[in-house]
């Protein structure tokens, strides 16, 4: 992994992302892929917690918005089943492997260079993109789902398992969309409502023309600025595209919306990124 410059470091606050090929190895990559199979070849997902993982509203709250099982996972791992992509959570927390991966010396280092001073984890995920089958994930902003006072103080780290094209759906993104705010929120609905979650606002339509894709070899790492809009389309391809993404929050002088569906809890409160 070649050291970060200061050159990037400007990129990413200009475009709201950053690309940095090689970060990690092809053995580092490979040992999440092995562990992530023992894991999954030993779940057992009772039927009523099959939840589905989406950024769609409508698909968003008659899957999550119904069920305990999603507002209830931020500190466990738990199973998401999005229209071909299985979602794992809390990986970050309970299992050795990805937990070396997220407060690896690399990661703290580029903490560091990008000027943060109490980053703190609050949620991980390992995403399997299935050939042929891999469900888009529409625009969004990962603020609207992990909301802080004041904006901008999350960070998301995407790490590319497998090779992400553009045909096994890598991530795309409108660059510098990041300073516009947020235009939705998702929050918790008031004790005795229909659904536990709701939004708040509405995603704009966005102009397909303005998005930039970012394939993407493996062992890279994406940056995501938490407002930045980004999207993946279907995985139209004969190769999955595996990911273990996690997002880290500025804990100086951030508050941590209490409307916010993941809620840290005395079992995990939200664990420091630098050990």
């Not at 092809?26 to 009523?48: K, L, N």
């Not at 929050?249 to 809890?265: F, I, R």
Request: contains cysteine; proline residues 6%.
């Amino acid at each position: 992994m070649a050291s970060v410059t200061q050159q990037q470091i400007q990129q990413f606050h200009k475009d709201g992302f950053l690309v940095l090929e090689q970060f990690f190895s092809a053995e580092e990559c490979d040992s999440m892929r092995r562990q992530i199979q023992g894991i999954v070849e030993e779940m057992e997902v009772p039927p009523h917690c099959r939840t589905a993982f989406s950024t769609r509203e409508e698909e968003q709250l008659r899957e999550q918005g119904s069920s305990d099982y999603f507002l209830t996972s931020g500190d466990k791992i738990r199973f998401f089943f999005e229209k071909g992509v299985l979602d794992e959570k809390a990986l970050h927390a309970y299992d050795p492997v990805f937990k070396q991966i997220t407060h690896s010396p690399k990661v703290q280092e580029l903490g560091r260079k990008l000027g943060l001073e109490r980053p703190v984890v609050v949620q991980s995920m390992y995403i399997f993109k299935q050939p042929g089958i891999g469900g888009e994930v529409t625009p969004h902003q990962d603020a609207t789902f992990l909301h802080t006072e004041p904006l901008g103080r999350i960070l998301g780290f995407w790490i590319a398992l497998e090779d992400a094209t553009q045909e096994n759906g890598c991530l795309w993104f409108i660059p510098g969309s990041h300073t516009n705010g947020i235009s939705r929120r998702m929050v918790r609905a008031a004790s005795g409502a229909s659904t536990c979650v709701e939004f708040v606002g509405s995603e704009p339509a966005y102009d397909d023309k303005q998005f930039l894709p970012l394939p993407i070899r493996k062992g890279g790492l994406i940056l995501i600025h938490g407002e930045v809009v980004h999207k993946s389309e279907l995985n139209s391809s004969e190769s999955s595209r595996h990911v273990f993404a996690f997002h880290v929050m500025e804990a100086k002088g951030t508050t941590w919306s209490k409307e916010n569906w993941l809620q840290p809890t005395p079992e995990l409160p939200f664990p420091s990124l630098y050990t």
